[in-house]
């Protein structure tokens, strides 16, 4: 009787672990877009950000100092195959996951302000040509 308590509890505590598959999932990014037009005129101003759709839970486009910008996953890096597990605010340049209570600090690679995230988000390459921009992976 001991010995089936103990393996039923081994395996439920393995089946109850997710992190094996508990990754953002990669998925192909090429987006292109003028920062002229109106719906990226929030860019123009240092510290600011936008949400746009790509990715896997969508895009976030912070504007840094000068022609610096930096771009990342709405997803969030802790538990990202939550529904729940996206970026669904930014605040002084501070993003936000309501799901989980963490937050990152886009000016620095995203990097973790509040647990229980432990990983910072997913960054993207951009370039910059004029008014063009190019985001890919």
Request: hydrophobic residues 35%.
């Amino acid at each position: 009787m001991k010995s089936a308590f103990y393996i039923l509890s081994t395996l439920l505590f393995f089946s109850t672990c997710n992190t094996k598959d508990d990754y953002i999932q990669e998925v192909y990014v090429n987006i292109n877009i003028d920062l002229n037009l109106p719906e990226y005129s929030y860019l123009q101003v240092s510290g600011n950000s936008i949400f746009i759709e790509g990715g896997v839970e969508g895009i976030i486009i912070y504007h840094g100092v000068g022609n610096d910008y930096k771009v990342y996953d709405r997803n969030c890096s802790y538990e990202p195959s939550l529904s729940c597990s996206q970026i669904d605010s930014v605040d002084a340049g501070i993003a936000y996951c309501g799901c989980c209570s963490s937050a990152f600090l886009l000016s620095n690679e995203a990097s973790v302000l509040n647990s229980p995230a432990l990983l910072p988000l997913k960054k993207y390459y951009w370039t910059l040509s004029g008014s063009q921009m190019h985001i890919s992976n």
